[in-house]
């Protein structure tokens, strides 16, 4: 078990070295919700990383295509679709 100051590695709860990222997420898609920016584009670019595929979803008005371009960089297929917001009806289940 880590605990506070220890340093996670290879031995230690199934840890990666630092510097290593493992490909656990390899033949996964992510659907990433808001991920134009902010905490939504560092997911994406966290699972991207991981081997996940990326699909990034926001509003039209957002930057879409960088999001995707930072997840290719990380080294994944990535897919940008915009949507916009959905108000729910009064009779939905």
């Known amino acids: 078990m880590l605990r506070p100051g220890d340093e996670p590695n290879s ?12 490909a656990r ?10 991920g134009a920016g902010g905490i939504g584009r560092a997911a994406a670019e966290r699972f991207a990383a991981e081997g996940a595929k990326v699909v990034v979803i926001d509003l ?3 930057p ?6 930072t997840v290719e960089r990380a080294g994944s297929e990535a897919l940008g679709r915009p949507t916009s917001r959905v108000r729910p009806t ?4």
């Open 11 to 22: 031995d230690s709860e199934g840890y990666a070295m630092a510097g290593q990222i493992e």
């Open 64 to 69: 879409l295509e960088e999001s995707v371009a």
């Open 25 to 34: 997420f390899a033949g996964k898609v992510a659907v990433i919700t808001g």
């Open 90 to 93: 009064a009779n939905a289940t």
């Open 60 to 62: 039209p008005d957002s």
